[in-house]
Every structure is written in structure tokens, then in C-alpha cells.
């Protein structure tokens, strides 16, 4: 007898960009999201949260400290935290120089400016309301602002967004407010648990350190909550191997600091 073949994929996972192409230029900034489009990385992935006057803005860290030159302008307002400035001292920040000089000047997107540039881009977004505990009823505002900006249309809805958080209560919240909007859980469940997911999700994803082939088997047979099977989006992988090894598991997409190269060796394999 020949030796049986290995198990063949049936599908490529999508590599998306975490916070833009962070090893090229700097996170959740419009440059960022840019310099994907160029590489032909088609989704993006962001972090929103809000100001103290209440405009969502994009950014990781509940701090402006890591990613802007806030400690140098505000030097007074530590912790920086970002609920405790208004949007205008906000955009008066450099969100580019503390990773490359060429990069000074570049802004803290609104969450309005993103989607038009992601838009503009033709790219896909996977949109994370990052710690929503701060943010009492972000959800209901991030609907607003996604139907403002034309995203709640239903060619978008169905092919471009898909909205996640490590938080099941907010996700709850925003899916009961917009049920036709994909949703992502950011966790690694035991699959005990999967159907309570289900019912308000439609990607499970969770680091890729947790991530075995027979976990990703058992959240293919849950149906997620509009009715598809649940699907696995992996975080944060950015080496080719270890791309290929979770594609082999049947992951359907992986988030990746540097996105491009991750397609590659997906394409090689
Ligand atoms: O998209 C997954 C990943 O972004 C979750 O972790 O801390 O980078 O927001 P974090
Ligand atoms: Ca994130």
C-alpha cells in the first residue's frame, strides 16, 4: 500500500492586517491601513474606543501614552488615558513619530475618517470595540456611526464587516442591536460552550496558542448565529510556518502583523 496522502486543505485562510501593517508603519492609523492596500492586503483590523467628549476614535491601548507624543504635549495628564481627553487635544497628537520620523504628523483616526479610507481602499474590516466596560453604551454609538457612514448597508453587512470583542456582553449588546452584523468572540471557549456563543457570534477567535485541529473541528459543526458554520479567526501570527500549520488545522483566517508575508506562505504551501 502507498502511504496515505497527507490531509489536503480545501480552503486558504485570509490573512488579515492587525492594526493596519504594523511592522511597515504605525497601528490603527490611516497609514497603516494604507500601506496594506498597497501589499493587496484586502481586510484590516482595528481597535475602537471613545473620547472624553465622546467621538470613537482608533486606537489599542486605553492610554495615548505607547503610541503618540501625548506625555511630551500634556506632560500634566498622566495616566493619558484616552476617556480623559477631549477629540480636539486628541488629533493635536503626533501618532506617527514615536515608531518612524517619517511617519511625523500622521493623526489618531476618527472612527469616521477609518471607514472612509477603508472604504476608499476597497479593503474589509474586522472592527474590535476594545474595552467596552470603559465605554458605557458604545454599542449603540458605534451602530449609529457605522449606518452614517453607509457601513449598515447591506452589500457591506454582508461581505466587509464583521464586528468582535473579548467582551460577551458587549457583543451581545451590539448583536441584539443589529443582528445582521457578523460578530467575532475573541476567546477560546471549551466546546462545552460553543452553542452559548452561537447564538450571538459567528467567529470564535482566539490566540493561536490555543488553537488545535480538533477545537477548530468542533466549532465547524456549531452553527453560528446567522446560521453558517461558526468559523475560526487566529491571532497574532506572523510567522509563514506557523501560518501553514493553522491552515492545515482548517482555520479560516489568521490576524498578522505583517499580513503580506503571511499570504505568501499560505499562497506557497
Ligand atoms: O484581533 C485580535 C487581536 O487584536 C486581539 O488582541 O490586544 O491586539 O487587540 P489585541
Ligand atoms: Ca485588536
Given at each position: 500500500h502507498a502511504a496515505a496522502p497527507a490531509a489536503a486543505r480545501t480552503r486558504t485562510p485570509v490573512a488579515i492586517g492587525h492594526?493596519?501593517?504594523?511592522?511597515?508603519?504605525?497601528?490603527?492609523?490611516?497609514?497603516?491601513?494604507?500601506r496594506a492596500a498597497r501589499l493587496g492586503v484586502r481586510w484590516v483590523e482595528n481597535d475602537v474606543q471613545r473620547t472624553?467628549?465622546?467621538?470613537?476614535?482608533?486606537m489599542h491601548d486605553t492610554t495615548l501614552k505607547r503610541t503618540t507624543d501625548v506625555e511630551k504635549?500634556?506632560?500634566?495628564?498622566?495616566?493619558?488615558?484616552?476617556?480623559d481627553f477631549t477629540l480636539a487635544e486628541i488629533q493635536k497628537l503626533d501618532a506617527g513619530s514615536w515608531y518612524d520620523r517619517g511617519f511625523a504628523g500622521e493623526r489618531v483616526p476618527t472612527?469616521?475618517?477609518?471607514?472612509?479610507?477603508?472604504?476608499?481602499?476597497?479593503?474589509?474590516?474586522?472592527?474590535e470595540v476594545k474595552a467596552p466596560e470603559l465605554y458605557p453604551g458604545i454599542e449603540r454609538q458605534l451602530v449609529t456611526e457605522l449606518r452614517r457612514a453607509g457601513w449598515l448597508d447591506q452589500d457591506h453587512v454582508k461581505r466587509d464587516l464583521v464586528v468582535q470583542s473579548f467582551s460577551a456582553a458587549s457583543l451581545k449588546t451590539f448583536h441584539g442591536l443589529r443582528k445582521d452584523v457578523k460578530t467575532g468572540f475573541l476567546g477560546a471557549p471549551k466546546v462545552s460552550e460553543l452553542g452559548?456563543?452561537?447564538?450571538f457570534a459567528d467567529q470564535i477567535n482566539p490566540s493561536h496558542r490555543s488553537v488545535t485541529a480538533a477545537w477548530v473541528r468542533a466549532v465547524h459543526t456549531v452553527k453560528g448565529a446567522h446560521g453558517r458554520r461558526l468559523e475560526v479567526s487566529a491571532w497574532t501570527v506572523d510567522?509563514?510556518?506557523?501560518?501553514?500549520?493553522?491552515?492545515?488545522?482548517?482555520v479560516d483566517y489568521i490576524i498578522s502583523n505583517a499580513p503580506h508575508r503571511v499570504a505568501e506562505a499560505l499562497a506557497e504551501d
Open positions: 492594526r493596519g501593517v504594523p511592522v511597515q508603519a504605525p497601528e490603527n492609523t490611516l497609514a497603516s491601513i494604507d472624553k467628549d465622546g467621538a470613537l476614535i482608533v504635549r500634556f506632560p500634566g495628564r498622566a495616566p493619558w488615558r484616552i476617556a472612527l469616521k475618517r477609518y471607514l472612509q479610507r477603508v472604504d476608499r481602499n476597497h479593503q474589509r474590516l474586522l472592527l452559548a456563543y452561537a447564538k510567522d509563514g510556518d506557523r501560518a501553514v500549520e493553522l491552515a492545515r488545522m482548517g
